[in-house]
Nanobody, 115 residues
């Protein structure tokens, strides 16, 4: 079955950087577009960045120029490099893939950026 496992979250000061990882299994990783979402309690889950099978990427306006999504198809791993973190970036970050069998999510990794 499809499994996504995120890691790399933590507590950092404003202006710092973090690199999130998402290890995928159960899919032919290189064929699928992959996404990072984030969610704050009480709010709708928000699409942060997408990378397709040709490594073309798109970003939410709020993270453009600060975040970079990438993928390593050999290691079946998705990354999100987050620079210049702000308190408003604090959330649980989720890895996501949509296949013909449905939508799959990881368990999430917490990113905390205090005021």
């Amino acid at each position: 079955q499809v499994r996504l496992v995120e890691s790399g979250g933590g507590l950092v000061q404003p202006g710092s950087s973090l690199r999130l990882s998402c290890k995928a299994s159960g899919i032919n990783f290189k064929l699928f577009s992959m996404d990072w979402y984030r969610q704050v309690p009480g709010k709708v889950r928000e699409l942060v960045a997408t990378i397709d099978d040709s490594h073309s990427s798109n970003y939410h306006d709020s993270v453009k120029g600060r975040f970079a999504i990438s993928r390593d198809n050999i290691r079946r791993t998705l990354f999100l490099q987050m620079n210049g973190l702000k308190p408003e970036d604090a959330a649980v970050y989720y890895c996501h893939v949509k296949t013909s069998s449905g939508d799959f999510w990881g368990q999430g990794t917490q990113v905390t950026v205090p005021e």
